[in-house]
């Protein structure tokens, strides 16, 4: 009874903190106090939806890089660095807003995944949860995911790592075109970069988690549980999303690259392929578990009672054969019962997943498929 209480308390005691919003991510910071700013500059009293927050952030990013790049004189080197990719000056100046959008977007939208991941468990997953084990680890995951110190330090230190990687290979393959300005908008895309790379490693420890999770779920049959099923759509999402943006990756990368760079185009396909499968594979083992813990706790219970009924040793009463015969039954059905939550649609969507950046690269690449299939006279 102490260790239920004790369950319960935890239980109400995260619900309450989940609810309250103390769990805040340096995103949620971020995006609130530059609502707050917004809305004191335009006098609006209503929240912004955070399509329009998006946009406007994108907007003052693109203006704080451009304005870099037009006092250090650096609009010459975007000329430069289109002609050799052979864009013109328009299309060069779009892809560097799209790919700031981009950048933005995506780190807002996987932090709303995020946001849903704590709304799952403060309105279903919590009540379901079986132990003060998994909901310490929960605990854990949501206090190394709001982290904001450390969110904001992996932000600085990755983004100058990789601004610092980029620049010197930019600088190795096209020195006289990289200017003071580019170098500034450099740092900040990777500055962006960094604060995503924190959050998709937050995004790769929930199902590690998950592995030694005890979840209250349908004994007879728990694959088939509602909640299992509503917990691998939202990691599933993760998937999806690592696709999607991988997809855009192989498309910018035909874009910009010359035929002879096919192969490379090939390889960088079949090397976005890994993260897409090891999330998938995390997502299932993790779920696996989840399952297979649920069916041997029913078993276990099933097992205990036919013990008890064999204790008896009255082997010759028709009701106590015909229990053991029942329990018996049962226990045979639920250890027919599938230990992972993959099923035909689950192995659809992961093909779907990968034919994502394989179609991004035919897309780009589509006047080159042509002439390979064009008929020669």
């Known amino acids: ?13 995260l619900k309450r903190r989940l609810a309250s919003g103390e769990y805040k991510t340096l995103i949620d910071v971020f995006l609130e106090w530059f609502d707050r700013l917004i809305r004191k500059i335009t006098r609006q009293t209503k929240l912004l939806p955070l399509w329009l927050i998006t946009v406007i952030l994108s907007l003052v990013d693109n203006l704080i890089v451009f304005g870099a790049i037009y006092i250090a004189g650096g609009l010459t080197s975007i000329r430069n660095v289109a002609e050799l990719y052979g ?16 950048a933005i977007a995506t780190v807002i939208v996987i932090n709303q995944s995020i946001r849903r991941i704590f709304v799952l468990w403060r309105d279903d997953i919590l009540d379901a949860t079986k132990s003060a084990t998994s909901l310490q680890a929960f605990e854990d995951w949501l206090e190394k995911t709001c982290n904001r110190r450390l969110h904001f330090l992996v932000t600085i230190l990755g983004g100058l790592f990789f601004g ?17 300005g580019f170098t500034f908008g450099i740092i900040i895309a990777c500055l962006i970069f960094g604060s995503f790379d924190y959050q ?23 694959a088939t549980s509602e909640l299992l099923s509503r917990l691998s759509g939202e990691l599933g999402f993760f998937v999806y999303f690592i696709a999607f943006f991988s997809a855009l990756v192989t498309l910018a990368f035909a874009a910009l690259t010359t035929s002879s760079m096919m192969i490379a ?41 036919v013990e008890q009924l064999q204790a008896s040793k009255n082997f010759k009463d028709k009701e106590t054969m015909e229990a053991i015969n029942r329990l018996m039954d049962f226990h045979d059905r639920v250890k027919a019962t599938r230990n992972s939550a993959i099923d035909s649609n689950t192995i659809l969507n992961f093909i779907n997943s990968l034919l994502l950046p394989l179609l991004a690269f035919l897309l780009g690449n589509l006047d080159k498929v042509f002439l390979l299939f064009a008929r020669k006279p």
């Open 265 to 305: 185009g090939i390889l960088l396909v079949l090397f976005l392929w890994m993260p897409i499968i090891t999330m998938f594979v995390l997502n299932q083992t993790s779920l696996s578990s989840i399952i297979r813990r649920a069916k041997w706790k029913t078993l276990n219970e099933i097992q205990s009672e």
């Open 1 to 13: 009874m102490i260790t239920d209480s004790l369950l319960i308390e935890k239980r109400e005691e």
């Open 164 to 180: 610092l990687i980029l620049l010197a290979l930019s600088t190795t393959v096209m020195p006289t075109l990289i200017s003071n």
């Open 200 to 222: 998709f490693a937050m995004v790769i420890l929930l199902p590690m988690m998950l592995r030694r999770y005890d979840l209250k779920l349908f004994a007879a049959d728990p």
């Open 87 to 102: 864009l013109g000056y328009g299309l060069g100046v779009l892809t560097m807003i799209s790919g700031s959008v981009l």
